[in-house]
């Protein structure tokens, strides 16, 4: 329970603040669907590097033209590859950058809700997605 005169605050935070659909799996486990993330939209830019676990590992929050979601990205030339969790049941999608995938910014907290486990194997089919490229 939070107090609305905290929730105040937020408003004159310099950070936008997404919310993580009940149906999106992008990200699952680290970031299970039903999430509130703070995003810092100056980083919006991929960043490249090699990783120790995937805790290091930028979390964006992207805009494409079927919504909005969350991802690890890498860029290839004048592609963004928009990578889910391993354990996530969704593909890695390649879009053209930035005409179908824009980098709105990097994850940099989030809320959520513990104890509301799911099986992965209950989750709804993800709809069939058609290549925008």
């Not at 999106?24 to 991929?46: A, R, W």
Request: hydrophobic share 35%; with cysteine; proline share 8%.
């Amino acid at each position: 329970l939070v107090p609305l005169a905290y929730l105040a605050q937020f408003s004159h935070s310099s950070f936008t603040y997404g919310y993580i659909g009940t149906e999106d799996f992008s990200m699952y486990p680290l970031l299970p669907p039903g999430s509130f993330v703070q995003i810092d939209e100056t980083k919006n830019k991929v960043v490249q590097g090699v990783w120790r676990s995937e805790y290091e590992r930028p979390i964006y929050f992207v805009e494409t033209r079927a919504g909005h979601t969350c991802c690890w990205c890498t860029m290839r030339g004048d592609h963004i590859v928009l990578q889910p969790h391993p354990l996530s049941p969704l593909q890695i999608r390649v879009l053209k950058h930035p005409q179908d995938a824009e980098v709105i910014g990097q994850i940099v907290g989030v809320a959520m809700r513990l104890g509301e486990w799911r099986s992965v194997e209950n989750v709804p089919e993800p709809k069939e997605r058609v290549a925008l490229n």
